[in-house]
């Protein structure tokens, strides 16, 4: 009877202590798996802080006309590795396109910095290969606001038939003089211009250049 009441008592002890050890790894587990998610949540806002780092840097950087291609790509691709929870290819993909918008930025005001004041006094540019009406309104020696292209646009009505169509070697006059009705009316008509197409002169320019 002893044996048996031992046994009995054994097993009740067993119980116990097991039912213990479960109680007390439960909150180990919970905590472990809180802590992970709390990394996992600062991990994806430090991946969308640095891209929006990046676009506001590649923002000054398209502003200024000084943009480079590469760096829209790299934003992207930092935009896809952070919806397949790569937070550390994100984070490592934005800051190589807000690095290369910064430098892309630093280089362009450099070479306005060399031109001097004379340069950007200057009441006429050359365009180059790869402008548009919206870039070189853009650049820091010409206007610095690309939603003032209208402007150029109406200086040079007798070389541009078709507003998004420009070639290199043409030299384009550009209004020093324009007075602040003037820009006004050629931002709201950059901003609302509505659909375009390349060789086509649109009805909204045309009314544009008649005002």
Known sequence: MKIKNMLKYSGLAALVLTVAVGCASAPKEEAAESTATQETAASSMEAQ???NEAKLAAEKAQAAGAAWRDTDGLIKQA?????AGDYAKAIALAEEARRQAEAALAQHEAE??????AGSASSSYEVVRGDSLWRISGKSEIYGNPYQ???IYKANRD???DADLIYPGQMLAIDRAASSADVAAAVNHA????????GVV???DK???AK
């Open 49 to 51: 802080n640095a891209i």
């Open 79 to 83: 935009e896809e590795a952070m919806k």
């Open 112 to 117: 306005m910095a060399k031109m001097g004041a």
């Open 149 to 151: 292209w209208p402007l």
């Open 159 to 161: 070389k541009i038939k």
């Open 191 to 198: 901003k609302t211009r509505g659909a375009w197409s390349l």
């Open 202 to 204: 649109e009805e909204s």
């Open 207 to 209: 009314a544009y250049l």
